[in-house]
């Protein structure tokens, strides 16, 4: 099993036992720049596949938040070697 496989696997971050915030929900309520940096103060955000890791490091991006984006990026990538990811989260800071 790959190693992004298990991470985002229910067995490996169990939602009930995490406070924290579905990406999905953080989409629908994140208007502002503002709204973001609440949520990133206050909650983790958990998501549930690599489509929603980019989106994140999108939205971070979008709202001026690029350190954090690349903190959470370096955090991420030192346990998973998966080039699809790498790749676009290349992409999103050009």
Known sequence: MAILDKIFSPSF???DDVNAI?????????KT???????LLS???AVENKDELIEF???LLRYGFKENAIS???EIIKD???????DGFN???K
């Open 57 to 59: 490091f999108e939205m």
């Open 43 to 45: 909650t983790k955000v």
């Open 80 to 86: 998973i070697e998966d080039i699809e990811l790498i």
């Open 13 to 15: 971050l169990p939602y």
């Open 91 to 93: 992409l999103l800071l």
């Open 33 to 39: 720049k503002e709204d973001l940096e609440n949520i």
């Open 22 to 30: 579905m990406f999905k929900d953080v989409k629908q309520i994140v």
């Open 72 to 74: 959470y990026f370096e």
